[in-house]
């Protein structure tokens, strides 16, 4: 099911509050509300009883969106670790440029990495990572590395950046025609 973002508590419309990081230090989210009915390990089922843990919450500012092009939303039928991932949904080859806010500086020849999986069953060679800076420039990072991690068809897709970057927000591209995706980790 979709978690409805009235019933979590989360604001759609509500402006971007950043989540600061240290400048050396690595940026990982979970997409997870520290609550739910199952928890996942590495894609894997750990258990099916109903669990509340606010520790391990780290659901980071999302920009929930929903027209006919794309759609962003939180799952709780399906995770990579705890009990939720962001589940998005791509029509014709969309860009959704601001899918996430952070507030992190990245040197170059470091990495951004997505675990993801393709509700399409594709092996998702034509997704794109959007970065853009703090100055509103946006690049375009295509993918290094691209293989299963874990269980149950999840895939770890590596982006090199090259240059060092203060990313203030991280959005995804696809050219496939339709598309739908679960992202059940983000890290950099």
């Not at 390990?41 to 109903?50: N, V």
């Not at 860009?95 to 806010?101: G, N, S, T, V, W």
């Not at 170059?108 to 034509?126: F, G, Q």
Request: include cysteine.
């Amino acid at each position: 099911a979709v978690v409805s973002t009235q019933s979590t508590g989360l604001q759609p419309t509500c402006s971007p509050k950043p989540l600061p990081c240290h400048p050396e230090t690595a940026y990982v989210t979970n997409f997870n509300f520290g609550f739910g009915k199952k928890v996942y390990e590495y894609g894997f089922l750990l258990f099916l009883r109903s669990w509340f843990n606010l520790s391990k919450q780290d659901v980071p500012f999302i920009n929930f969106v929903s027209n006919e092009m794309v759609r962003a939303s939180i799952l709780d039928e399906d995770a990579f670790e705890g009990s939720t991932c962001l589940m998005v949904d791509f029509v014709d080859g969309t860009r959704f440029d601001k899918l996430i806010c952070l507030d992190i500086h990245r040197s170059e020849k470091s990495e951004l990495t997505i675990v993801c999986k393709s509700l399409n069953h594709s092996k998702m060679m034509d997704i794109k990572m959007l970065v853009t800076d703090k100055n509103g420039n946006q690049f375009t990072l295509p993918q290094e590395y691209n293989m299963f991690t874990g269980g149950n068809h999840w895939r770890r897709i590596t982006f090199a950046i090259e240059h060092a970057l203060n990313i203030k927000w991280i959005g995804l591209v696809c050219a496939n025609l339709k598309q739908s995706i679960l992202l059940g980790q983000l890290s950099c």
